[in-house]
């Protein structure tokens, strides 16, 4: 009875121990030889009306992403865009808070339970808002590849992604393709398929939920609102270079945003401390920027972007009626689906 539990804690456990372990390593490749001094110095000299500016298109960005799970989850009932908005800064402050990310399940489970739509629908949306990012993330890169000079290594890696990521879709499109077929054909297609052994009941349910997302119409504006979470981002970190003086173009801001959202992707630390720096500078240095300059600018980009949703997410957390204490049940034992 408890084996599954003990197992699940167990691998948890050694996600932790992974996340923190690289954190560490990056924070600690990042600070070696590290002039504290110089940084302080060119922090203090920053244009402080860049840095609101870069806060606001942050802010904008998960306002943005709100809109498009508000319609993503359309087929499957109405989802109030107040409440999408307030699930995703809660959410994202969960990740402030906890190691791994957890805050993608606490976003789902809030907007379940405050609109009635099953947490596995809205769990399997965001699956789907990640596949989309990806796609857009693969074909940024690649067009930025086009006008910006990349070393030899990120042009391997962008190449390996695109190719990586016509599988991908490739795949999804098939799967959708088959359940048009199946469920044209089979007025009860998914519990016929699954009374006759061909998928288990779980999967036959994940595969029906991504054919009807990408199947609604409400699908295309979410796609296109897409397209405006990853330039927000990009405006953010571009002005917040503006502020710090690094000299770099907007493309180049494209390529450092996506090593970021790349590198953040594997496991973490809580806020992603430690590898947000890393793969900034990281990013960074593709640009010869020299490494202390990166690291301070790493630093205070970190800060400038992470308190506004310090405050934002504790205010829709408590709006949601969550405490700390609830809040952490809630990401350490999430309801099965």
Known sequence: MYAPQAGKASRAAILQFVGYGLSILCLVWVLHDFHIVRALHEMARVSWKWVALGMAFDILSYGVQALRWKLLLTPFGRARLS???RAVFAGLF?????????????????????EGITLGRTIGSVGVERLVD???????????????HLPRRFRRVADTLGIAMLLLIS????????????????????????????????????????HTLGTAPSFYPAVLVSALVPLSQVAALWAMM??????????????????????VSLPNAPANVGSYQFFCVLGLSVFQVEKTRAAGFSIFAFIALTIPFVFLGFAALFRSG?????MRDKVTHIPES
């Open 83 to 85: 409440a999408s908005i």
């Open 94 to 114: 969960a990740n402030l808070v906890f190691p791994l990310r957890p805050g993608e399940f606490l976003r789902s489970y809030l907007l379940s339970n405050s």
């Open 134 to 148: 990806l796609v857009i993330a693969t074909a940024s890169l690649a067009i930025a590849s086009l006008f910006v």
């Open 171 to 210: 795949i999804v499109v098939g799967l959708i393709f088959y359940l048009e077929k199946k469920l044209g054909t089979e007025p009860a297609g998914e519990l016929q398929c699954a009374e006759k052994g061909r998928l288990p009941s779980k999967v036959m349910t994940a595969l029906v939920g991504l």
């Open 242 to 263: 503006r502020a710090y003086d690094l000299k770099l173009s907007f493309l180049a801001a494209v390529v450092v945003v996506l090593v970021i959202n790349l590198g």
């Open 322 to 326: 969550l405490s700390l204490r609830t």
